[in-house]
C-alpha cells in the first residue's frame, strides 16, 4: 500500500495550491480518504475528509476555503486550498481509513509554506 501526496510549494498569502494523493495497492473506492496537517511543534489536526460515498467534512478553520474532492477511476484524492493564510502553513498528509476493518494507511506528507 502506498500513498504519495505532492502539489506542496511555497505561495503567498491568499494564493492558492492543490495537492493530490495517488493510492495504490487498495480498493481506493471502498476507503474514506483525509488529509490532515501538522504544523512544527503542532499536534496533527484533520483537515478535511470524504467518505467513498462522496460526502465530506471540513475543519472549521478550512471551511470555504479548501475543497476535496477524489477520483475514484485515478485513485487520487485532491485538496484545492484557496485563500492561503499565515496560519495555513504544515506538512500535509493523505491518510486513507477501511470503511470495516481497523486499515488505516498514511502518506509522508508535503510541505506546504505560505509568504506573508
Known amino acids: 500500500v502506498e500513498l504519495v501526496e505532492s502539489g506542496g510549494g511555497l505561495v503567498q498569502s491568499g494564493g492558492s495550491l492543490r495537492l493530490s494523493c495517488a493510492a495504490s495497492?487498495?480498493?481506493?473506492?471502498?476507503?474514506?480518504m483525509r488529509w490532515y496537517r501538522q504544523a512544527p511543534g503542532e499536534a496533527r489536526e484533520l483537515v478535511a475528509d470524504?467518505?467513498?460515498?462522496?460526502?465530506?467534512n471540513y475543519a472549521d478553520s478550512v471551511k470555504g476555503r479548501f475543497t476535496i474532492s477524489r477520483n475514484n477511476a485515478k485513485k487520487t484524492v485532491d485538496l484545492q486550498m484557496n485563500i492561503l493564510k499565515p496560519v495555513d502553513p504544515a506538512v500535509y498528509y493523505c491518510?486513507?481509513?477501511?470503511?470495516?476493518?481497523?486499515?488505516?494507511?498514511w502518506g509522508k506528507g508535503t510541505l506546504v509554506n505560505v509568504s506573508s
Open positions: 491518510n486513507a481509513e477501511h470503511p470495516y476493518y481497523v486499515l488505516i494507511y
Open positions: 495497492g487498495i480498493i481506493f473506492s471502498i476507503y474514506t
Open positions: 470524504i467518505t467513498s460515498g462522496g460526502s465530506t
